[in-house]
Nanobody
Framework: HVQLVETGGGLVQPGGSLRLSCAAS????????MGWYRQAPGKERELVAVISSGGGNTNYAESVKGRFAISRDNAKNTVFLQMNSLKPEDTAVYYCYATVLSYTSGGAYRNYWGLGTQVTVDS
């Protein structure tokens, strides 16, 4: 069984910063891609950022390029999202995901999701 737990959400004023963390735990053999999605009220879930297994390749939604930075600590099975210059339109529930090879996945990588953390940008 694999669990992902996000932390770091909260209320911040426009122009402020937050750092989200997501730690994966459980019967993990290997983690490939990790990333963040978000879902605002009344909208579909959208990709925010993704990072490769070694951390050398990243990809961002156009709306967050230059403001957000994704990173990971493979020793701790953790992915981070540094969010700067936050805007009200960044308000959403942020979900992390990880593509994991576990002891119980039958030799296949599977996507696992956290429960989400609320980010609210409001003055």
């Amino acid at each position: 069984h694999v669990q992902l737990v996000e932390t770091g959400g909260g209320l911040v004023q426009p122009g402020g910063s937050l750092r989200l963390s997501c730690a994966a735990s459980g019967s993990i053999l290997s983690i490939n891609t990790m990333g963040w999605y978000r879902q605002a009220p009344g909208k579909e879930r959208e990709l925010v950022a993704v990072i490769s297994s070694g951390g050398g390749n990243t990809n961002y939604a156009e709306s967050v390029k230059g403001r957000f930075a994704i990173s990971r600590d493979n020793a701790k099975n953790t992915v981070f999202l540094q969010m700067n210059s936050l805007k009200p339109e960044d308000t959403a529930v942020y979900y992390c995901y990880a593509t994991v090879l576990s002891y119980t996945s039958g030799g296949a990588y599977r996507n696992y999701w956290g429960l989400g953390t609320q980010v609210t940008v409001d003055s």
